[in-house]
């Protein structure tokens, strides 16, 4: 999605560098390094709601929505 978004524009974009794999292989893109930039990417966790939860799952959930999360 983001590739099709980008693709032919002149503009940039803020992108997960594990997504161009391929692009920044072939060269057709570039990353450029900002030592200032700090930027949070918001998750969202998709699970259905009558199926098993073990334990580890249960207390991922449990770290991922507690209202202390800082990173």
Excluded: C, W
């Amino acid at each position: 999605m983001h590739r099709r978004f980008h693709k032919g524009s002149e503009t940039l974009a803020l992108i997960a560098a594990s997504s161009i794999t391929e692009e920044l292989r072939l060269g057709t893109v570039r990353i450029l390094p900002i030592s200032t930039l700090q930027t949070h990417a918001p998750i969202m966790v998709v699970y259905r709601r009558q199926a098993y939860l073990t334990r580890a799952v249960r207390l991922l959930l449990a770290m991922l929505t507690a209202q202390d999360n800082v990173i």
